[in-house]
Nanobody, 128 residues
Framework: QVQLVESGGGLVQAGGSLRLSCAASGRTFSSYAMAWFRQAPGKEREFVGCISPSGGGTYYLYSVKGRFTISRDNAKNTVYLQMNSLKPEDTAVYYC?????????????????????WGQGTQVTVSS
């Protein structure tokens, strides 16, 4: 069982930055691929990016590539989402998710159904 708690959301002006954190419980954090998803009002949940269990592999949604960076600290059981050059269309509730992976070097899939555990979400609002 893994419990995930996100933090770091808030209100920021367009062009600004935020860093989200997702703290995980459990001793096997390094066995899980981690991902960030987001859901804007009236829209379906959307994949943002993911990172392999080892941290060596990442994959991003095209529209955030170059602006967002996912990283993890397995010693602290925490995954991060650094968001730069934020745009109003980035406004959403951001969720972290965890999925068990036998391959430490491969980032998880973009399909939200693959992930076993989810956090409660943190709101990010970008004003124009």
């Amino acid at each position: 069982q893994v419990q995930l708690v996100e933090s770091g959301g808030g209100l920021v002006q367009a062009g600004g930055s935020l860093r989200l954190s997702c703290a995980a419980s459990g001793r096997t954090f390094s066995s899980y691929a981690m991902a960030w998803f987001r859901q804007a009002p009236g829209k379906e949940r959307e994949f943002v990016g993911c990172i392999s269990p080892s941290g060596g592999g990442t994959y991003y949604l095209y529209s955030v590539k170059g602006r967002f960076t996912i990283s993890r600290d397995n010693a602290k059981n925490t995954v991060y989402l650094q968001m730069n050059s934020l745009k109003p269309e980035d406004t959403a509730v951001y969720y972290c998710a965890a999925g068990f992976s036998r391959d430490p070097s491969v980032a998880g899939p973009t399909n939200d159904g693959w992930y076993d555990y989810w956090g409660q979400g943190t709101q990010v609002t970008v004003s124009s």
